[in-house]
Protein backbone atom coordinates (compact mmCIF):
# COMPACT_ATOMS: atom_id res chain seq x y z
CA UNK A 1 0.00 0.00 0.00
CA UNK A 2 1.13 4.04 -0.34
CA UNK A 3 1.53 6.24 2.59
CA UNK A 4 -0.73 9.43 2.25
CA UNK A 5 -1.33 12.26 3.73
CA UNK A 6 -3.83 14.82 3.84
CA UNK A 7 -2.97 18.24 5.03
CA UNK A 8 -4.55 19.91 7.10
CA UNK A 9 -6.61 16.73 9.03
CA UNK A 10 -9.78 19.54 9.40
CA UNK A 11 -10.92 23.06 9.81
CA UNK A 12 -13.58 25.20 10.38
CA UNK A 13 -14.20 27.82 7.93
CA UNK A 14 -16.53 30.46 7.57
CA UNK A 15 -18.95 30.76 4.54
CA UNK A 16 -17.89 32.42 1.21
CA UNK A 17 -14.39 31.27 1.81
CA UNK A 18 -12.12 28.52 0.15
CA UNK A 19 -10.11 25.79 1.53
CA UNK A 20 -7.01 24.32 -0.23
CA UNK A 21 -6.77 20.37 0.93
CA UNK A 22 -3.30 18.47 0.23
CA UNK A 23 -2.71 15.18 -0.67
CA UNK A 24 0.83 13.95 -1.24
CA UNK A 25 1.86 10.55 -2.20
CA UNK A 26 5.16 8.75 -0.75
CA UNK A 27 5.49 7.28 -4.32
CA UNK A 28 4.27 7.87 -7.88
CA UNK A 29 1.19 6.69 -8.91
CA UNK A 30 -0.71 6.79 -11.77
CA UNK A 31 -4.12 7.55 -10.49
CA UNK A 32 -5.04 10.56 -8.05
CA UNK A 33 -8.95 10.83 -6.95
CA UNK A 34 -11.02 12.78 -4.77
CA UNK A 35 -13.86 12.22 -2.91
CA UNK A 36 -16.57 13.43 -0.55
CA UNK A 37 -18.30 12.07 2.32
CA UNK A 38 -21.35 14.28 3.45
CA UNK A 39 -22.25 13.65 7.15
CA UNK A 40 -23.35 10.24 7.49
CA UNK A 41 -23.00 9.55 3.69
CA UNK A 42 -21.44 7.06 1.32
CA UNK A 43 -18.43 8.07 -0.49
CA UNK A 44 -18.92 10.14 -3.99
CA UNK A 45 -16.36 10.62 -6.13
CA UNK A 46 -15.79 14.60 -7.10
CA UNK A 47 -12.80 13.55 -9.82
CA UNK A 48 -10.01 12.03 -10.99
CA UNK A 49 -6.94 14.26 -10.99
CA UNK A 50 -4.57 13.68 -13.92
CA UNK A 51 -0.91 14.83 -13.94
CA UNK A 52 0.08 17.25 -16.69
CA UNK A 53 -3.80 18.23 -17.50
CA UNK A 54 -7.11 19.03 -15.92
CA UNK A 55 -9.20 17.06 -13.92
CA UNK A 56 -12.15 14.90 -14.77
CA UNK A 57 -15.18 15.70 -12.76
CA UNK A 58 -18.19 13.68 -12.17
CA UNK A 59 -21.81 14.65 -12.99
CA UNK A 60 -22.41 17.34 -10.30
CA UNK A 61 -19.61 18.67 -9.65
CA UNK A 62 -17.55 21.50 -11.55
CA UNK A 63 -14.48 23.00 -11.85
CA UNK A 64 -14.95 26.51 -10.34
CA UNK A 65 -16.47 25.03 -7.24
CA UNK A 66 -13.13 22.31 -6.99
CA UNK A 67 -10.25 23.05 -8.54
CA UNK A 68 -7.92 20.40 -8.63
CA UNK A 69 -4.40 20.34 -9.31
CA UNK A 70 -1.97 17.68 -10.11
CA UNK A 71 1.66 18.95 -10.94
CA UNK A 72 3.28 15.85 -10.31
CA UNK A 73 2.98 11.82 -9.57
CA UNK A 74 2.70 12.11 -6.02
CA UNK A 75 0.69 15.40 -5.16
CA UNK A 76 -2.51 17.15 -5.25
CA UNK A 77 -4.51 19.72 -4.24
CA UNK A 78 -8.47 20.01 -4.28
CA UNK A 79 -9.80 23.46 -3.07
CA UNK A 80 -13.34 24.00 -1.95
CA UNK A 81 -14.13 27.24 -3.19
CA UNK A 82 -17.42 30.18 -2.09
CA UNK A 83 -17.85 27.49 0.79
CA UNK A 84 -21.20 27.01 2.58
CA UNK A 85 -22.78 25.01 5.34
CA UNK A 86 -23.83 22.40 2.48
CA UNK A 87 -20.02 21.70 2.23
CA UNK A 88 -19.14 20.53 5.49
CA UNK A 89 -18.01 16.95 4.56
CA UNK A 90 -14.88 14.80 4.91
CA UNK A 91 -12.82 15.30 1.98
CA UNK A 92 -10.70 12.16 0.58
CA UNK A 93 -7.79 11.59 -1.71
CA UNK A 94 -7.31 8.53 -2.89
CA UNK A 95 -4.85 6.50 -5.09
CA UNK A 96 -4.25 4.04 -7.08
CA UNK A 97 -0.81 2.57 -8.25
CA UNK A 98 0.31 0.82 -11.19
CA UNK A 99 -0.82 -2.64 -11.75
CA UNK A 100 -3.07 -2.62 -7.92
CA UNK A 101 -6.30 -2.22 -9.23
CA UNK A 102 -6.83 -1.00 -6.05
CA UNK A 103 -7.20 2.43 -4.42
CA UNK A 104 -6.03 3.33 -0.99
CA UNK A 105 -7.46 6.36 0.93
CA UNK A 106 -5.56 9.15 2.85
CA UNK A 107 -6.81 10.03 6.21
CA UNK A 108 -9.50 13.16 5.29
CA UNK A 109 -9.83 16.57 5.86
CA UNK A 110 -12.62 16.93 8.23
CA UNK A 111 -14.50 20.50 7.28
CA UNK A 112 -16.95 22.35 8.84
CA UNK A 113 -18.26 25.21 7.50
CA UNK A 114 -19.83 27.55 9.38
CA UNK B 1 -23.92 1.36 -14.78
CA UNK B 2 -22.97 -0.01 -11.89
CA UNK B 3 -24.35 -0.56 -8.52
CA UNK B 4 -23.58 -1.32 -4.83
CA UNK B 5 -26.35 -2.45 -2.73
CA UNK B 6 -25.88 -2.36 1.31
CA UNK B 7 -29.33 -3.85 2.61
CA UNK B 8 -27.81 -3.23 6.16
CA UNK B 9 -27.83 0.19 7.38
CA UNK B 10 -26.72 -0.63 11.28
CA UNK B 11 -26.18 -3.94 13.23
CA UNK B 12 -25.46 -4.42 16.80
CA UNK B 13 -23.85 -7.86 18.62
CA UNK B 14 -22.70 -8.41 21.38
CA UNK B 15 -18.73 -9.72 21.75
CA UNK B 16 -17.91 -12.52 20.68
CA UNK B 17 -20.61 -13.02 18.33
CA UNK B 18 -20.35 -13.52 14.77
CA UNK B 19 -21.45 -11.32 12.11
CA UNK B 20 -22.10 -11.05 8.70
CA UNK B 21 -22.82 -7.80 6.34
CA UNK B 22 -24.36 -8.30 2.93
CA UNK B 23 -23.35 -6.84 -0.21
CA UNK B 24 -25.07 -7.00 -3.68
CA UNK B 25 -23.64 -5.42 -6.52
CA UNK B 26 -25.12 -4.85 -10.02
CA UNK B 27 -22.82 -4.71 -13.49
CA UNK B 28 -23.36 -5.89 -16.99
CA UNK B 29 -19.44 -5.84 -17.11
CA UNK B 30 -17.64 -9.32 -16.88
CA UNK B 31 -14.14 -7.75 -15.19
CA UNK B 32 -14.37 -6.05 -12.14
CA UNK B 33 -13.25 -5.74 -8.77
CA UNK B 34 -14.92 -5.80 -5.47
CA UNK B 35 -13.26 -4.47 -2.08
CA UNK B 36 -14.22 -4.08 1.63
CA UNK B 37 -13.11 -1.08 3.27
CA UNK B 38 -13.36 0.05 6.92
CA UNK B 39 -14.18 3.45 8.66
CA UNK B 40 -13.40 3.50 12.31
CA UNK B 41 -14.98 6.26 14.43
CA UNK B 42 -11.26 8.38 13.17
CA UNK B 43 -12.29 8.70 9.98
CA UNK B 44 -10.38 7.15 7.56
CA UNK B 45 -10.88 4.89 5.22
CA UNK B 46 -8.75 0.84 5.48
CA UNK B 47 -8.29 -1.37 2.66
CA UNK B 48 -9.69 -5.02 3.83
CA UNK B 49 -10.02 -6.88 0.85
CA UNK B 50 -9.80 -6.68 -3.14
CA UNK B 51 -11.59 -9.75 -5.45
CA UNK B 52 -11.55 -9.58 -9.14
CA UNK B 53 -14.35 -11.28 -11.08
CA UNK B 54 -12.61 -13.91 -11.90
CA UNK B 55 -11.81 -15.38 -8.76
CA UNK B 56 -14.63 -17.07 -6.69
CA UNK B 57 -12.02 -18.59 -4.11
CA UNK B 58 -13.79 -17.58 -0.45
CA UNK B 59 -10.74 -16.02 1.52
CA UNK B 60 -10.46 -15.94 5.66
CA UNK B 61 -7.95 -13.53 7.25
CA UNK B 62 -8.16 -14.22 11.08
CA UNK B 63 -11.49 -13.18 12.00
CA UNK B 64 -12.49 -12.38 9.07
CA UNK B 65 -13.71 -14.12 6.08
CA UNK B 66 -15.12 -13.32 2.92
CA UNK B 67 -18.33 -14.80 0.90
CA UNK B 68 -17.91 -13.91 -2.78
CA UNK B 69 -20.70 -15.58 -5.17
CA UNK B 70 -21.56 -14.36 -8.73
CA UNK B 71 -24.44 -16.38 -9.13
CA UNK B 72 -25.96 -14.27 -6.72
CA UNK B 73 -23.77 -10.96 -7.07
CA UNK B 74 -22.87 -10.66 -3.37
CA UNK B 75 -19.83 -10.84 -1.58
CA UNK B 76 -20.92 -10.92 1.60
CA UNK B 77 -18.39 -10.51 4.96
CA UNK B 78 -18.24 -11.85 8.11
CA UNK B 79 -16.59 -11.25 11.40
CA UNK B 80 -15.81 -14.29 13.51
CA UNK B 81 -15.64 -13.62 17.32
CA UNK B 82 -16.61 -10.01 16.78
CA UNK B 83 -14.86 -7.70 19.16
CA UNK B 84 -15.25 -4.30 20.03
CA UNK B 85 -12.71 -2.82 18.04
CA UNK B 86 -14.81 -3.78 14.94
CA UNK B 87 -17.18 -1.03 15.68
CA UNK B 88 -17.49 0.74 12.31
CA UNK B 89 -18.68 1.84 9.37
CA UNK B 90 -18.02 -1.19 6.43
CA UNK B 91 -18.26 -0.09 2.88
CA UNK B 92 -18.69 -2.57 0.29
CA UNK B 93 -17.33 -1.35 -3.64
CA UNK B 94 -17.12 -2.39 -7.21
CA UNK B 95 -14.83 -0.95 -9.85
CA UNK B 96 -15.29 -1.44 -13.15
CA UNK B 97 -12.06 0.49 -15.15
CA UNK B 98 -11.23 2.50 -11.86
CA UNK B 99 -14.67 3.81 -11.60
CA UNK B 100 -15.34 2.85 -8.53
CA UNK B 101 -18.92 2.67 -6.97
CA UNK B 102 -19.45 2.43 -3.18
CA UNK B 103 -22.80 0.91 -1.46
CA UNK B 104 -24.27 2.68 1.84
CA UNK B 105 -22.33 1.27 4.58
CA UNK B 106 -23.14 -0.52 7.48
CA UNK B 107 -22.52 0.67 10.52
CA UNK B 108 -21.61 -2.05 12.88
CA UNK B 109 -21.59 -1.56 16.86
CA UNK B 110 -20.13 -4.51 18.98
CA UNK B 111 -21.14 -4.12 22.31
CA UNK B 112 -18.95 -5.18 25.25
Known amino acids: SAVISQKPSRDICQRGTSLTIQCQVDSQVTMMFWYRQQPGQSLTLIATANQGSEATYESGFVIDKFPISRPNLTFSTLTVSNMSPEDSSIYLCSVDRVGTNTQYFGPGTRLTVL | AQKVTQAQTEISVVEKEDVTLDCVYE???????LFWYKQPPSGELVFLIR??????QNEISGRYSWNFQKSTSSFNFTITASQVVDSAVYFC?????????FGAGTRLTVKP
Open chain 2, 51 to 56: RNSFDE
Open chain 2, 93 to 101: ALSVANDMR
Open chain 2, 27 to 33: TRDTTYY
